[in-house]
């Protein structure tokens, strides 16, 4: 499956971006799908993370309460909104994908990758 992003962006502390990631190449409704973020001299990071259907749904807790990961399977589509941003938050964000039931909150799991996006989160 083939993985675009888009919606980053530079905000100020306390801002708000909604990020997204249309797949394709695949049926989308097999893929778990997650978002994982990379910050320069870190390792990266689970961010959040979402079942086939949408329901269940798995947070890092340095976002827990702040970001909110959905999908719309009819549009091949799984979202990332991020509320309340913090200068921590600075990063390239990925959206990435496991054909696999379940949630996966661990990053090596995910064995399709998008190009990234990046969100910087400054005053």
């Known amino acids: 499956v083939q993985l675009v992003e888009s919606g980053g962006g530079r905000v100020q502390p306390g801002g708000s971006l909604r990020l997204s990631c249309v797949a394709s190449g695949r049926t989308f409704s097999e893929y778990a799908m997650g978002w994982v973020r990379h910050a320069p001299g870190k390792d990266r990071e689970f961010v959040a993370a979402t079942g086939w259907s949408g329901i269940d749904t798995e947070y890092a807790d340095s976002v827990k309460g702040r970001f909110t990961i959905s999908r719309v399977n009819a549009k091949s589509t799984v979202y990332l909104q991020m509320n309340r941003l913090k200068p921590e938050d600075t990063a390239l964000y990925y959206c990435?994908?496991?054909?696999?039931?379940?949630?996966?909150?661990?990053?090596?799991?995910?064995?399709?990758w998008g190009q990234g996006t990046q969100v910087t989160v400054s005053s």
């Open positions: 990435a994908a496991v054909r696999n039931l379940g949630v996966w909150k661990e990053v090596w799991e995910y064995d399709s």
